[in-house]
């Protein structure tokens, strides 16, 4: 399985911006998907997760402004960002997760196999 993401840039605050991650490979062992954010000396964090079935979960400081979307026929995870913070400047990682089942909803980073190589997002005030 590989994920590219793609999408990334440089927005103002209150901006927005939509990132998109192509899957590639043998998408029929996925069960579940994420993005997750890194930004420089903090660790990697969950933002949005969505399941087979359509469930999602995010997280708290993105609720609201945030939208995880999936088209399985294209093989796109996407997540439409919007009223962008400088908080929420970070790399961006596309992840995907095949061990815990179709229904599993998770935003932890040990519950992921697969994963993007990132990118990037800005946020200026």
């Known amino acids: 399985v590989q994920l590219v993401e793609s999408g990334g840039g440089s927005v103002l605050a209150g901006g927005s911006l939509s990132l998109s991650c192509t899957v590639s490979?043998?998408?029929?062992?996925?069960?579940?998907m994420a993005w997750f954010r890194q930004a420089p000396g903090r660790e990697r964090e969950g933002v949005a997760t969505i399941n087979s079935v359509g469930t999602i979960a995010y997280a708290d400081s993105v609720k609201g402004r945030f939208t995880i979307s999936q088209d399985k026929g294209k093989n796109i995870l996407s997540l439409q960002m919007n009223s962008l913070k400088p908080e929420d400047a970070a790399m961006y990682y596309c992840a995907a997760g095949r061990t815990k089942g179709r229904l599993y909803l998770s935003l932890s980073v040990s519950a992921y196999n697969y994963w993007g190589q990132g990118t990037q997002v800005t946020v200026s005030s």
């Open positions: 490979g043998y998408t029929g062992s996925i069960y579940y």
